[in-house]
């Protein structure tokens, strides 16, 4: 008991972002980079942007999900370690946003990978970004953690 | 003193001869001509000759019924030129001009992917824009396409494990900076050919962010497409909306007043201050100066909470509509805006001296990627990076819009055509900016700030263009007379900028390629719409 | 007794100074690491995770020690999972060699060529991490590890001849040999009057230039570009792999950092000099930890605040300030610290 609240003491204390533009038109982008920003500054969190899917612990995606991009946000959740989250970021990436229905927009994100916290907005202010991290990272307080799931099958989109 | 419609009928007279169509101006500055196929690259052709800036701003197919009208719209003379060619549906074929100017390259390819038009001279397989999956022969900006269902789509992804080398030159390594990578904000494919550590080539390919805003545009309203246009690019919003705004104003023929104007003007201004600290913030990330990028961006918080105060909104600013503008500005947030913007003044000279001086600056980036002014000039590069290389364009000075006619700036151009000059535009850029607003607040007319528009707009066409922060903007609108448009056309300053990076990217360093991309201030989202 | 020889040489190992002691300092130095970098980019750092984040450094590692652990399909295994802990392990190694609380951690273990031992371990330990690259059977992380191998191989060169300055001025001739003493002891032994940095202090500039350059940190940060090759040689790893990963390169900085107080700023104790105690409990061996300890932090600060100032650089500029600048500039700083040498040692009267 006393080893499992010691390791959810420090995934909720360090979680590592990675981030993919899966479609977006980068107004969520540069909000999510100007967390780092002196003015918000998450690395007070512990949280630190990791170049690699491997290194990470949550992805944060913006955009809707394009055609060309679903099948490669696909294998970046795939290539990331267990345990792991997704965040979306934006109307676009919870639900297509004004381009829900064209030609060549799959939709929201949790179209092709499973999500664990919707922050909406055009973009979000950057506070709400860190209200809805915040949150994400009070609820790994539970006994059980989300995600535990371990082998390929790793993925089950509805 | 001849017109502009004038000058350009003479030399088509002088050029054609009994062949010389009429012109047709449909705006002041801007004149539409129709001709046969066969004569569009001799006409191209003599423009070029006549006037060394003439450049290709876009290539539109609009559908109409048995035929496609292809559109080149070109800027010479000092406006914009456009040639109408009409084409069979059965066998939609034309001559390329690429061989006289090599940047209607991906102009051309997007009508080919798109609307079904070949040029031969530049045919290519698969697709440019579409993702690969989408079948052949089906082109979705065609009324009578039939579109197939996005799961149909999605479930045979075509996945490329190798990265592909140019055919013949296999011995190069190949090196995917692929979809996701930190140096690029938005995903786009570049295989950069590599030989040790010397880049010999670079294959992009484009249209992970197509979200098929001009195929959506044809189906919703103007004032519902007011806010689709704005989320093309979430950075230069205010220019597409503006743009647009101007497109349909023209075809109704409403004057937007004084008030209005002045207001727009701020709003775009405050959008290129923003938009030049936050790509010079990132060219400090991205050649591993982290504190410039930090310092940066804490200066340019002051920028967003200007833009919030005056429009309600940090990023898309939902400020600019059909008519004018939303928000009225007070004597407080007048005063609030020009005390702030005297504090970024004071900020700036910093910046100024950090780019003329500072030795790692310096080493990364003097002489890095050149483009030269013969190669901007028929690469049909605009914005800073043209200004960069000598080539004097400003749609500001040139095709004065809002309120550019009545408040005098300086035009700021470079002749170093490297990376650091690049930047060093944009600083002086921000100088000349923040005395523009300061100008239009204080000339501030009095009346009212928007005028309402009908919801139909009657039957006609317009272009209209505006200098966004990375360049040129342009936007073709055809109006049939109902709610929605029968066409609209975007031209992206990014998407005729791409080519520059394929050019310079010979023969530079790997090492080299972030800040070289990344002085170009490329925005996919604006690429791909 | 035996038995009592022994139980202090596994304290000594094991405990203080020996194990134990250096992970809590290589976390302690990441906080302070961050915590400089952040303050320097006008950010606070981290805050939350213990008092004002002191406890950072751990919740990452506890964090990537429970994490899923992969590797690619098509590399050997083994040599994957092994590298970053033999780079870990060579570089602990090397640690107990160099006097902390007045000897060595194994006391006793001091000879002639220890300075070379420790320098070479370095090395020995960067080439693991080229290994461990190219075992990732990726290109960015063969780009990343032999992006390592150059720029400390060649860096090397300047980094031993500097290292070399503070032996001539320690002076010590072994009787048997006829050479100078090679070793940290006698260096710090030679301190004990005045620390070297103020006799040679060109010495020490350069070689902290050549320590940046070893430790792969701006502006040399070339093997870490994040922009260009992604996560570098460090791609592919993950869980308690990334976990030694990260935690050698944070015990390199510290290593380089008592490397830097032995030859230049007096080695242990807050004076300098040393004794030969051995003791558990003694309680100036444990005043000269501290002295070390800080001296330690205020180069970590040191090394740190440079790397905060300016922008990576290329790897050819690299190569060329080597050969270009460090080379003659190293030479020349050997020389003149000869000079030094002479009148400090009292070789040669007015």
């Not at chain 2, 900016?433 to 700030?449: K, Q, R, V």
Request: hydrophobic letters at 45%; proline letters at 6%; glycine letters at 8%.
């Amino acid at each position: 008991m006393a080893k499992s609240s010691l390791v959810n003491w420090s995934r909720m204390k360090s979680p590592w972002i990675l981030h993919f533009n899966s479609g977006a038109c980068n107004g969520c982008d540069i909000e999510v980079v100007a967390l780092l920003t002196p003015r918000y500054d998450v690395e007070r969190f512990g949280i630190k942007l990791e170049p690699s899917p491997r290194h990470a612990d949550v992805l944060i995606t913006t955009g809707v999900v394009t055609t060309e991009c679903a099948d490669r946000l696909k294998r970046i959740y795939d290539q990331m370690p267990e345990p792991k989250f997704v965040v979306a970021i934006g109307a676009c990436a919870c639900s297509g946003g004004v381009f829900a229905g064209n030609y060549s927009v799959c939709g929201g994100v949790d179209k092709v990978v499973p999500v664990n916290a919707y922050i909406p907005g055009c973009p979000p202010k950057p506070e709400a970004m860190m209200d809805g991290v915040v949150k994400l990272l009070n609820s790994l307080k539970g006994p059980k953690t989300h995600g535990k799931r371990r082998g390929k099958d790793s993925s089950s989109p509805k | 003193m001849a017109s502009v419609e004038e000058k350009i009928q003479v030399h088509l007279n002088d050029q054609l001869g009994g062949d010389a169509p009429q012109v047709q101006p449909i705006a002041k500055g801007k004149v539409f001509i129709q001709v046969e196929p066969s004569l569009l690259k001799g006409i191209v052709k003599g423009l070029i000759e006549k006037d060394e800036l003439t450049g290709l701003i876009a290539i539109t197919g609009v559908d109409l019924g048995d035929t496609i009208e292809v559109m080149h719209h070109l800027r010479t003379m000092e406006t914009i030129f456009t040639i109408r060619t009409l084409v069979s549906k059965e066998n939609p074929e034309l001559e390329t001009i690429i061989d006289l100017l090599p940047g209607a390259n991906l102009h051309e390819k997007e009508v080919t992917d798109l609307m079904g038009v070949k040029f031969t001279g530049n045919l290519f397989d698969g697709h440019f824009l579409l993702s690969e999956a989408w079948p052949k022969d089906n082109f979705p900006l065609r009324k009578d396409a039939e579109i197939p269902s996005i799961d149909d789509l999605i479930k045979n992804p075509v996945v490329i494990d190798e990265p592909e080398s140019i055919p013949g030159e296999e011995k190069y390594l190949n090196i995917t900076i692929g979809p996701q990578h930190p140096a690029l904000l938005e995903p786009e494919r570049f295989q950069l050919h590599v030989e040790g550590e010397i880049v010999i080539g670079v294959t992009p390919r484009l249209g992970y962010v197509h979200r098929a805003v001009e195929k959506a545009c044809e189906s919703r309203t103007y004032m519902q497409d007011v806010y689709l246009v704005e989320r093309i690019c979430g950075i230069c919003n205010a220019c597409h909306v503006t743009t647009f705004c101007q497109s349909v104003e023209n075809i109704l023929g409403t004057e937007v007043p004084a008030r209005g104007r002045y207001l727009r003007t701020i709003a775009a201004e405050l959008n290129r201050i923003h938009s030049h600290m936050l790509l010079f913030g990132h060219a400090g990330l991205e050649i591993g100066f982290q504190t410039l990028f930090q310092y940066t961006w804490r200066d340019r918080e002051a920028v967003m909470d200007l833009i919030e105060i005056l429009t309600g909104n940090r990023v898309n600013m939902a400020y600019i509509t059909l008519g004018g503008v939303r928000r009225d500005v007070t004597d407080t947030l007048k005063d609030r805006i020009r005390t702030d913007l005297a504090k970024l003044e004071q900020r700036m000279p910093f910046y100024k001296n950090l780019y003329e001086n500072e030795l790692s600056l310096r080493a990364r980036l003097k002489g890095v990627g050149i483009i030269s002014r013969e190669d901007a000039l028929k690469l049909c590069v605009v914005g800073p990076v043209a200004r960069a290389s000598g080539v004097k364009i400003d749609v500001r000075k040139d095709d004065p819009y809002a309120a550019y006619d009545e408040i005098p700036f300086n035009i700021v151009t470079y002749n170093d055509c490297d990376s650091l000059a690049r930047l060093k535009i944009r600083v002086d850029e921000i100088y000349e900016s923040i005395h523009i607003i300061d100008y239009a607040l204080e000339h501030l007319p009095d009346g009212p700030i928007r005028v309402r528009v009908p919801r139909s707009v009657p039957a006609g066409e317009a272009v209209s263009r505006v200098e966004a922060p990375r360049g040129e903007l342009f936007y073709y609108v055809k109006a049939n007379g109902t709610q929605s448009p029968e066409r609209v056309k975007v031209r992206t300053p990014t998407f005729a900028n791409i080519l520059s990076f394929v050019h310079m990217a010979k023969g530079i360093n790997v090492a080299d390629v972030p800040p070289a991309f990344v002085s170009l201030d490329p925005c996919f989202s604006c690429t791909d719409r | 007794m035996i038995m009592a020889i022994d139980l202090t040489l596994i304290y000594r190992v094991l405990v203080f100074p020996g194990f134990v002691f250096i992970f809590v300092l290589t976390m302690v130095c990441d906080w302070i690491s961050r915590k400089i970098r952040a303050h320097m980019e006008n950010r606070m750092g981290p805050m939350y995770t213990g008092y004002h984040g002191i406890l950072q450094p751990w919740a990452d590692f506890i964090k990537l020690l429970a994490k899923e652990s992969t590797s690619p399909k098509a590399t050997n295994k083994t040599i994957f999972k092994l590298m970053p802990l033999l780079s870990f392990t060579m570089i602990m190694v090397a640690m107990f060699f160099m006097p902390i609380d007045g000897s060595n951690v194994i006391p006793g273990s001091a000879f002639s060529g220890d300075l070379i031992l420790v320098l070479m371990l370095v090395t020995i330990a960067n080439f693991f991490l080229f290994l461990a690259g190219w075992s990732s059977n990726n290109p960015y992380s063969k780009l990343g590890g032999s992006r390592v191998l150059i720029q400390v191989l060649g860096y090397d060169i300047p980094f031993f001849l500097l290292a070399l300055t503070p032996v001539f001025l320690a002076g010590g001739v072994d009787p048997t040999t006829k050479i100078l003493v090679l070793s940290f002891t006698s260096i710090v032994q030679g301190q004990q009057s005045i620390w070297f940095v103020l006799l040679i202090p060109w010495s020490f500039i350069l070689f902290i230039i050549a320590m940046q350059a070893e430790l792969e940190k701006d502006p040399f940060d070339v093997p870490d570009a994040e922009t260009e090759i992604v996560g570098g040689l460090e791609t592919e790893y993950n869980g308690a792999s990334l976990a030694f990963l990260k935690l050698g390169k944070d015990v390199q900085v510290v290593l380089g950092a008592f490397i830097i107080v032995d030859l230049f700023l007096g080695g242990p104790g807050l004076a300098g000099g040393i004794t030969a105690t051995a003791g558990i409990l003694d309680f100036s061996a444990f005043l000269f930890t501290i002295g070390f300890v800080l001296k330690v932090v205020a180069v970590v600060v040191i090394i740190q605040y440079v790397a905060s100032l300016w922008a990576r650089a290329r790897i050819d500029q690299v190569l060329k300030w080597n050969w270009k600048y460090m080379m003659p500039l190293s030479i020349g700083a050997m020389v003149l610290s000869l000079l030094v040498a002479f009148f400090w040692n009292g070789l040669i009267h007015f």
